[in-house]
């Protein structure tokens, strides 16, 4: 197991390492000067001239690449060129809203669409699992927001329950308005339970028509020892991996719902970052957000090795 998690580990430093390098590419070869765009239509040419300069963006991309990835193997993430304040302090402060609105979803949604797909394969084709079917198929087909304009205009304007905007400081405790994280998290809730609860389902499903299934059937046990001791747990492999890949996506890649709700996150800083040409920032929340995907993944392989002793003696 130990050489297993030591390879998860070294391909993760070469897939970090790489999509440092694309998005260093990328960033810095987009249309337009940097420079121009920050000081805006009054900056004088000597002014472009200087803060170019200043930003280094005059040397070869190769030595600006050097020079960003060593600052960042120190420890220093730079400055955001919009805000002229150290990138980490801004990141860890909205990292951690977006890790307290990911926590929140994955410990609602995870045992939920378990517990959906388990219920649905019990009778396949049953009215329980078309309707259960039917409406996995319905969240997982609208976009985020199209939920979100939909909750803020029912439950903030129509029926003015629940704040429709968090409007939160990045330095603030989500937990103390715990009101402001029911839409987002509520969204993000449907969009999760739709995809995991098939993947549960389907499994659940061959899982039922198995040999060892039928065998412990025929031996008397109870239907719920069954399905939770027998199907469940070779079920939970599939089910693991997906939750592992929500994770990325729950801290990085939840921009349209960040935005939507005003919630000072990772994603809304990645959203102001590239409509202001803020690169340094564009850089490191691109960079976190890949390792978020890559530990995510990690620890969901940890967890099939811990649940399934054929990969442990394959590791």
Known sequence: MTALLLRRVGLLVLVLFIVSVLTFCIVNVLPGDVAQAILGDL??????????????????LVQRYQHWIGGLLQGDLGTSLTY???????????????????GITLAIAAPLAIG??????????????????GLAVLCFSLPEYVTGLTAILV?????????????????????????????PVAVLVLGMLAHLSQITRGGMIVALDSAYVRTAVLK????????????????MLPTLTEIGMHIGYLLGGIVVVETLFAYAGVGEML???????????VQITVLVVALAYGVGNLLADVACILLDP????QS
């Open 43 to 60: 900056g004088t040419p000597e002014q472009v001239v200087a803060l170019r300069e200043r930003m280094g963006l005059n040397l070869p």
């Open 84 to 102: 002229q304040q150290p990138i980490a302090g801004m990141l860890f402060g909205r990292l951690g809203n977006s890790a307290i609105l990911a």
């Open 116 to 133: 959906i797909g388990v219920v649905a394969a019990l009778k396949p084709g049953g009215w329980v699992d078309r309707v259960i079917s």
């Open 155 to 183: 439950f903030s304007i129509l029926w003015p329950v629940l704040p429709g905007s968090s409007l939160m400081e990045p330095d603030a405790n989500p937990l103390s308005h715990p009101e402001a994280l029911v839409l």
């Open 220 to 235: 008397g046990l109870p239907g719920w020892v069954v399905v939770l001791k027998h199907a469940l747990p070779n079920v």
């Open 271 to 281: 959203v102001n970052a590239v409509s202001h040409r803020d690169i340094p920032v």
């Open 310 to 313: 054929r990969l442990r003696n």
